[in-house]
């Protein structure tokens, strides 16, 4: 394609669904399925494993969660400062990349709170004590609080000097957090103790765009901008100019993409995938129509509640949610328009199958359909 070539929502559909593996399921390792993703939001504890078994053929759940305990990936704090899981190689230049991310959303919520406090302070004995054992959040700002109120640091609120740490020293959520079948307190330590290295020192901002415009692409700066939640990236895009390609948006936006990234045909199949509560294809565009369609955007949910999502032909078609009693485990899937006979037959196929993966557990699994126009709420999340 020549540069500055319109390049229709179909094919931007299918482009991001080809490099999300979300087209065909994958055979490469796990771990770098993960790097290839640019990692996966995973601020809950489990639900991201469906995030991999809709990438990662045959996948199951011990191929992600011995990486943790191994020390192989992480779940820390990265892009839009929500809790991402990433290779340890990822972290490593990742986290300081986006620090000043996590600085701005920390230090307008809790700024007030820690005004006046010596930063490299209160960030070596926050780094002291949770190397010395993981804490809990409220653990390390009853500490912290306890130490300020001998260091002179006068009666400081200990979420918010709980806080300081998260922002200030790079702390990872250690296992059995996060593990399949198993939990565990939210607590944290340092990724430099936990990886046992230190965090790379000024990485090139240029990776970060070229890894996103990977995964993610073609995509504009604002959108590498929202995934990110880093700001004035333009000047970056343009010294990179040379190495990319451009295209135009059928609203006329400018994208970017890498030469050799994969933009199928927009006639290319798209199969029906049960997409978890925060998977990062919904969150990464400011521009969110090449996959979140109208029907979507009149929907009403709870606020706070980020719904499970179910893709049919690429796009956001309906919601899910799972639903136990004792043994017995019903996915619930409500299309947001009357499916066709052909849809219907894979919606309940697909959901058979990652009922079977779920809940491995459950004697008794069925997939019921909730007709598009009734309204049952709320829709919370839908894995455990």
Known sequence: MPDGQVIGQRALNRATLARQMLLERSALPVTEVIERLAGLQAQTPHSWYLGLWNRVAGFQPEQAADLLPSREAVRIALMRSTIHLVTARDCRWLRPLVQVVIERGTLGAFGRDLAGLDRAEVAAVGRALVEERPLTPAALGARLAEHGRAAGWGERPAASLAQA??????????PPRGVWGRSGPVAHTSAESWLGAPLAEDP????????????????????????????????????????????????????????????????????????????????????RTRVITPAYRRQVFPRNVQPCLLLVDGVTEGVWKIVRDRDAATLVVKPFRRLTRAEHAEVAEEGTRMLEFAEADAAFRDVRFIAHDRDETPWTAGTR
Do not use: C
């Open 204 to 287: 090139p901002m240029e990776d970060l765009v070229l890894r996103y415009l990977a995964a993610f692409g073609p995509a504009s700066v604002k959108d590498v901008q929202t995934w990110s939640g880093l700001t004035r990236l333009r000047e970056v895009v343009e010294r990179l100019r040379p190495r990319l390609v451009t295209f135009r948006a059928e609203d006329g936006r400018e994208l970017f993409d890498l030469p050799d990234a994969p933009r199928p045909d927009p006639g290319v199949p798209a199969p029906v995938r049960f997409m978890y509560d925060f998977d990062n294809l919904f969150l990464s565009h400011a521009d």
């Open 165 to 174: 740490i998260r922002m200030w020293v790079p702390l990872v959520q250690v």
